[in-house]
């Protein structure tokens, strides 16, 4: 789907507020409530919006430590890996990935030994990295168009 001003402003207000209303989100765009619906209703279709959520902030639901596991795992383990991190609600996000890991995890747990002991569970499987997030100067981020007027090649 070709994304353009108008529907990157339509994914610039939801990403920043997924519960806005039609009729806000039709005055932010300079669309009609028809037209505005219409383009929603498109970018849901072809997968552009794939989800509406809430942000839960894991510290203020207990959740003190955030980190960044790596984990390399040989090809025949792969399979039941995922199968076992579907399961662990620790596991907010897993990554396939090029390089030395096979997947990068990223993991809420209450404390310390919590995730002492969610990397152990894990751990049979191979090798692991452990990264404590200290903080994030840069939080995860709304996508943003980045095509900056630039025509890639062999295009017009």
Excluded at 1 to 17: C, E, G, V
Excluded at 51 to 65: H, I, K, P, S
Excluded at 126 to 133: A, K, L, N, Q, Y
């Amino acid at each position: 789907m070709d994304i353009d001003t108008k529907s990157w402003k339509i994914l610039a207000a939801l990403q920043r507020d997924a519960r806005i209303s039609l009729k806000a989100l039709a005055e932010e765009t300079g669309l009609s409530m028809p037209a505005t619906s219409e383009r929603l209703k498109k970018l849901e279709e072809t997968g552009v919006i794939s989800a509406y959520r809430a942000e839960v902030n894991a510290e203020a639901v207990g959740l003190d430590v955030m980190a960044i596991v790596g984990i390399t795992v040989p090809q025949p383990q792969k399979a039941s890996l995922i199968a076992h991190l579907k399961s662990l609600p620790e596991v907010i996000e897993c990554l396939h990935v090029t390089g030395q890991d096979s997947f990068l995890l990223r993991v809420v747990s209450r404390n310390i030994r919590h995730l002492e002991n969610f990397v152990g569970n894990i751990n049979h499987y191979g090798e692991t990295r452990t990264s404590i997030v200290m903080s994030a100067p840069i939080p995860l981020r709304a996508l943003t168009d980045m095509s900056g007027g630039v025509v890639e090649s062999g295009k017009s």
